[in-house]
């Protein structure tokens, strides 16, 4: 893929091709550019020597981790993943210390609160609810009052919670 090698090995430009280079494409351009820099090079090839016949490819390993065939799944520089290992529970009050279920789920950053209400009209069973956030380490709950934004824009991430709170509109 041509467009994907020119997003990642360019990072100053902002069109290709006529269309604008959104912040989204750009990380998946550089993962996927990331792992065919791996595909393209025997066993056991350092990283010194990836660097010097791709370009731009320790700074891409800074950002996004190495990939699974030249680094190991649990070393801290793998290739981060984008899911977010999140509990999603129904409660019947915010402040309740038992949920009545916990659904645990891997959710992507991008994905938008409206896509997450289906999971937790399920959970729920009832079209009836508020959704809560608290990211990891967190003490406070956010409430996800706009359908229209990324789970990013709330802090998801690894370890966090989704609280459904079921029977308020």
Known sequence: MIRAQTIARLPQITKLDGSLITTAERTEMERYYLALCARSVPAGTTEDALDKQFPRFKKL????????????????????????ATAIELVCDLEDDEPLAVLHRPLIHTMLVRQLRPIAMRLAKSRSFKLFLRPAGATHWTHLDSDARPLSFYGLD????????????
Do not use: E, F, N
């Open 61 to 84: 390993v800074q950002v996004h981790g190495l990939p699974t065939s030249i680094g190991q799944r649990s070393d801290a520089l793998s290739l981060k993943s984008r899911l977010a």
């Open 158 to 169: 690894d370890q966090s919670v989704v609280r459904v709170v079921r029977g308020t509109q």
